[in-house]
Each structure stands twice: as structure tokens, then as C-alpha cells.
């Protein structure tokens, strides 16, 4: 197995982690992500959203292993990391939380796309 690979199955794997972080413990996010879920149906967003859909992106590719499955994944990875690139500039947030994210999305997304 190349190193392309490897690293493209690890970032396939850190989705899935997230997403499981986001699921067996939502609140764990609330310091990094800026999300505080209000009551149960807060909880149920994170767990749902976070949770389930970065399992669901993050699994896709190990299951299917295609570079079609990763670069589904990655276009998935370089989408949010544009939408919040726009939104650091009209939001003006410039967290440290965020700018490690678009580093982080915009890195997967080319990856997962080679």
C-alpha cells in the first residue's frame, strides 16, 4: 500500500472518529466546534448531524475502498471547508478552532481527491 493510501484511509478513519466522539459523547464538541446543544433536542442534532453523518462520510470509503468513495469524501471535506472560509470572512470568525478546521478540511479534501 502506497503512502496516498494510507493517509487517505487515515483521514477516512479521523471522520469516522470525530463522528463517533460527536455521538457517545456530544458534549465533548461543544469546546471546539462553538456548539452548546440546548436540551435533548440539541443533544439529538450532534449526535445526528456530527455524529452519524461523519460516520456514514468516513465509512463510505473504507467499505467501498473506490477512489470514487474517497473523493466523495473529499469533496465533501473541501464543500465545508470553502462554505466556512466564507464564513470566517462575513462572520469575522477567526477562532483558533476555526482556522485549524479549514487547514484541516481543505488538506483532507485535496488528499482524499488524489
Known amino acids: 500500500m502506497d503512502l496516498l493510501r494510507v493517509l487517505q484511509i487515515t483521514a477516512a478513519l479521523a471522520t469516522v472518529a470525530t463522528g463517533l466522539i460527536s455521538l457517545v459523547r ?62 470566517i470572512f462575513y462572520d469575522q470568525s477567526t477562532d483558533r478552532s476555526n482556522i485549524i478546521s479549514v487547514v484541516v478540511e481543505y488538506v483532507f479534501g485535496v488528499l482524499l481527491l488524489l
Open 26 to 87: 456530544p458534549n465533548a464538541v461543544t469546546g471546539f466546534t462553538g456548539l452548546s446543544p440546548n436540551g435533548a433536542r440539541g443533544i439529538s442534532e450532534i449526535r445526528s448531524v456530527l455524529g452519524g453523518l461523519f460516520i456514514g462520510l468516513g465509512a463510505a470509503p473504507l467499505i467501498y475502498n473506490t477512489p470514487q468513495t474517497f473523493g466523495m469524501l473529499g469533496i465533501s471535506y473541501l464543500a465545508i471547508g470553502i462554505v466556512r472560509t466564507v464564513s
